[in-house]
């Protein structure tokens, strides 16, 4: 999308927290709770997914910036709903998202940044590091 017009984008994505998503894997011995870095990875993810559809050949987003609270622990096995709002200004997204457990308790939010870039170059640039 060129120039400056914005568009807006709602997305949502639904996963049950494993094992793999506990704060225990990151050394919280015994707390079997959806981790912090796990909402931000899957938060990201729904970001790249609603952004697929809209993006041209050989572009994609990475984050630059987060703002997150996590306001509550949600027990393995329970159902978490990841919920943004996105819109895309040129090649600057802006990103707020909620994410809530399967009572509707708030578990999370924040404002996420990404950017839109050209993938080969980027991977370019990164090769001449």
């Known amino acids: 999308m060129a120039g400056t017009e914005s568009r807006v984008i709602e997305g949502r994505s639904s996963r049950v927290v494993e094992e793999k998503d506990c ?8 707390l079997h709770v959806l981790s ?3 909402v931000l990875g899957t938060m990201e993810q ?3 997914d609603v952004l697929a559809p809209t993006l041209e050949a050989g572009e994609m987003t990475v984050g630059v910036s987060v703002q997150m ?4 622990p949600t ?6 709903a990841y919920d943004v709002v996105v819109a895309r200004r040129g090649r600057h997204i802006n990103v707020e998202f909620v994410v809530t457990d399967s009572r509707g ?4 939010k924040g404002h ?9 170059k980027f991977l370019n640039r990164l090769a001449g590091r």
């Open 23 to 30: 704060a225990s894997r990151w050394g919280n011995e015994d």
């Open 112 to 120: 996420h940044e990404r950017a839109l870039i050209n993938k080969d």
């Open 105 to 108: 308790t708030v578990i999370s």
């Open 36 to 38: 912090t870095p796990a």
């Open 75 to 80: 027990p393995l096995g329970d159902t978490v």
């Open 69 to 72: 609270s996590h306001l509550a």
């Open 46 to 48: 729904v970001c790249v």
